[in-house]
Nanobody, 127 residues
């Protein structure tokens, strides 16, 4: 059974940084899509960033471009989300997600692409 687990959340002041980690396990294949989503209270789930773990350029939502960086460990289902210049509006639950695979090597930040989800890690940004 594929499992995805994220960690690294916490509380920071506005302008600060956090680094989230995500590890996928149980995959029968190495390369797939992995992504970060967030659930901000009172708002719909938002795709943050995604990457093809076989090698590719991350895709970001407009709301985090220039502030967040998704990186990977090549050959592993391990990804990180470096979050810089955090703002109070970034506060929410952050989820890591993995797909069943990728036919094209392109990974979206559309939730329906992802079958495996972590339990979430809380990020709180104070002003």
């Amino acid at each position: 059974q594929v499992q995805v687990a994220e960690s690294g959340g916490g509380s920071v002041e506005a302008g600060g940084s956090l680094r989230l980690s995500c590890e996928g396990s149980g995959y029968l294949y190495l390369s797939n899509c992995m992504a970060w989503f967030r659930q901000i209270p009172g708002k719909e789930r938002e795709g943050v960033a995604a990457i093809y773990t076989g090698g590719g350029r991350p895709q970001y939502s407009d709301s985090v471009k220039g502030r967040f960086t998704l990186s990977q460990v090549l050959g592993k289902n391990t990804v990180y989300l470096e979050m810089n210049d955090l703002k109070p509006e970034d506060t929410g639950m952050y989820f890591c997600a993995g797909s069943r695979g990728s036919d094209t090597g392109y990974c979206s930040i559309f939730a329906d692409e992802y079958a495996f989800w972590g339990q979430g890690t809380q990020v709180t940004v104070s002003s």
